[in-house]
């Protein structure tokens, strides 16, 4: 999923936390498998945000014909991304439409360090927080 909420948490140890939708599959996902990955994209590639903002297609090793390798705990690396981390959930915080998921870095990797990473302020995608149900 394209993620807008990501911040660290901790430095010892490394923490990471992000923020999912109850009804996103990503949610289910994360609670179901206890693991997931942050894939940091290069500012010159944001049209990938656009894809994963509804549910992915997976075919073999592909998500939305993207190629992805299996992270050390079983969460999908892009192979197109700059860096990533690999986490382990260490705790989850229900905020009401939300969830805080706070993971443990436990592998990560850089694949290009000469790209700057993308940020929301790249794309012309934004996220409100509109309430559910019309609100």
Sequence with gaps: ?????????????VLVGVGVDNS???????????????????????????KFSKPA???????NGRSVTPAPSGAPIFDESIAW???????????????????????????????RAAAMSDTRMKYGGVKRGGH
């Design 85 to 115: 981390m690999d986490c382990t959930v260490r705790n989850s915080i229900d905020f009401g439409t939300h969830t805080l998921f706070v993971g443990e870095v436990t592998a990560a990797g850089v694949n290009d360090d000469e790209q």
């Design 1 to 13: 999923m394209t993620a807008s909420w990501i911040t660290q948490l901790s430095m010892e140890p």
């Design 24 to 50: 996103a599959v990503t949610h289910r996902l994360i609670s179901d498998g206890g693991s997931f990955t942050v894939n940091l994209w290069s500012s010159d590639d944001t049209r990938v945000f656009v």
């Design 57 to 63: 297609t997976r075919e073999g090793l592909t998500l």
